[in-house]
């Protein structure tokens, strides 16, 4: 399975949200969780991509451990969350989002699609996306869960 590059923005059990800022070259918090919610995984995006909504395409990586903000790691990927967000002022795109495994997890070393994962995993990471769009006034809609292949492509372009 081919490989990929994730650098962390928001790690496991975090409440803060943060950006790379490429002009810069480090990471602005950019906001606070309300109390009691966290990133539920690590959070990160995939260097030298263009989501719909401008940004580097974001991950959620599946992982036993939390790691940091800025840590960079090779991981593979198990599928997709295709996803439609509609913003404050109506204006829609598509926001997915990458589930990744690192290639050092012990874990999830044998997981290779989203099929594999506990149907509780798949309900708390939407249910996560929902509830952090909505608390920012943004409306996150699941399209579709995707498996590995397909989403390697939509990487790759």
């Known amino acids: 399975m081919e490989l990929i590059s994730v650098i962390i923005e928001s790690p496991k059990g975090s409440g803060a949200k943060f950006d790379y800022e490429p002009a810069t ?6 906001k606070i969780l309300p109390a009691g919610m966290v990133f539920p995984f690590d959070f990160g995006f995939i260097p030298d991509t263009k989501g719909g909504d401008g940004d580097p395409l974001d991950v959620i990586v599946l992982s ?19 996803a439609k ?10 926001n997915d989002r990458f589930v990744v495994v690192p ?14 994962l506990p149907d509780s995993i798949l ?30 492509e939509m990487i790759n372009g």
Request: charged fraction near 30%; hydrophobic fraction near 40%; charge should be negative.
């Open 123 to 152: 309900k708390e990471l939407e249910a996560f996306f929902k509830n952090y769009n909505t608390l920012a006034g943004k409306i996150f809609d699941v399209i579709e869960l995707i498996n590995a292949r397909e989403a390697l």
């Open 64 to 82: 036993e451990i939390g790691t940091f903000t800025g840590c960079r790691m090779d991981c593979r990927v198990i599928g997709a969350i295709k």
């Open 85 to 94: 967000q509609t913003e404050r002022n109506g204006d829609e795109m598509r």
């Open 103 to 116: 290639e050092v997890s012990h874990l999830y070393s044998d997981v290779t699609t989203l099929l594999q």
């Open 25 to 30: 070259k480090d990471f602005k918090l950019k």
